[in-house]
């Protein structure tokens, strides 16, 4: 029971990474079929830019990966923000092999 005029934080930290929903919910796959996620809200709540966004992604990883295509993670477990609602990596950084 959570008391009335409590202050109720619900971390989204988690979202996306369910085993049950998600196969190998910690990976990185960017050929992964697309599933019921979090990333730009559900129902009343989505967001109107999604298709934009997942257009502005698609046609930059595109190009990054045309430009560098032997470019790979340097650290195999990179660093990720300490923050209690939004998930993201500290940083990223990347070799170039020849």
């Known amino acids: 029971p959570v008391p009335a005029g409590t202050g109720v ?4 930290g988690a979202a996306n990474r ?3 929903a998600f196969a190998d919910p910690d990976r990185f796959d960017p050929g ?3 599933g019921r996620h979090l990333a730009f809200g559900l129902g009343l709540h989505f967001c109107l830019g999604a ?3 997942r257009m502005e992604g698609e046609i930059a990883l595109s190009a ?3 430009a560098a295509p032997k470019m790979e993670a340097a ?4 660093p990720y923000k ?3 609602v939004l998930r993201g990596l500290a940083r990223l950084p990347v070799r170039l092999r020849r």
Not at 75 to 78: A, F, K, R
């Open 51 to 53: 298709t934009l966004a």
């Open 9 to 12: 934080l619900v971390p989204i």
């Open 82 to 84: 300490e923050n209690v």
């Open 75 to 78: 650290d195999p477990e990179p």
């Open 18 to 20: 369910d085993p049950a």
């Open 32 to 34: 992964r079929e697309p």
């Open 64 to 66: 990054l990966a045309a």
